[in-house]
């Protein structure tokens, strides 16, 4: 298991019973490393500086005890903000007819790059209705997850 994965294995449970969710967890950086943690609340209450406040409370005892990142790093826990990353399978589910951007890992009609509507998802793929600003001559384009490279709400559709 990767340790991103690990790592959110760790939390995710001890979040989720303070009322947290984790969008996305990222370890970057080679001289200082940082170690973000983006969250978001079960109430869907808008994240705010005292909930990263609590969250980097929570977990930082954990992460220190396990000590699983042995370098020296920053602990950066964020709000998804409103382009919102799409992460996992039910990140796209739930936000089914809302506008998003993606990028694939291949070219597609000579592109990477959509916009459009997500018109479904499932535990596997997504299907998204393409803005036809750039006069697409395919209206829709569907998706496996692992043909996404990047995907985030937008909010300028």
């Known amino acids: ?11 995710a449970p001890v979040m989720e019973n303070d009322g947290y969710a984790v969008v996305r967890l990222q370890l970057s950086g080679n001289i200082r490393k940082t170690l973000q943690i ?8 808008n994240v705010g500086i005292e ?20 370098d020296a ?3 950066e826990v964020s709000s998804p903000g409103l382009d919102r990353p799409l992460v996992k399978p039910k990140d796209f589910i739930r936000f089914v007819g809302k506008p998003v951007t ?10 990477k790059k959509f916009q459009g509507t ?3 998802a499932s535990e596997t793929a997504i299907r998204v209705l393409l803005d036809q600003q750039n006069n697409d ?5 569907e998706l496996n997850y ?9 909010t300028l559709l």
């Open 38 to 45: 983006m969250i978001e609340r079960l109430d869907d209450v």
């Open 51 to 70: 909930d990263c406040e609590n969250v980097s409370r929570l977990v930082s005892p954990m992460l220190d005890v396990e000590d699983w990142i042995s």
């Open 137 to 141: 001559k395919s209206t829709h384009i």
């Open 102 to 111: 993606l990028q694939t890992n291949f070219l597609i009609n000579n592109r």
């Open 118 to 120: 997500l018109e479904f």
């Open 146 to 154: 692992t043909d996404i490279r990047s995907a985030r709400l937008c």
């Open 1 to 11: 298991m990767e340790l991103c994965q690990r790592i959110e294995a760790l939390i």
């Open 73 to 75: 790093y920053t602990l």
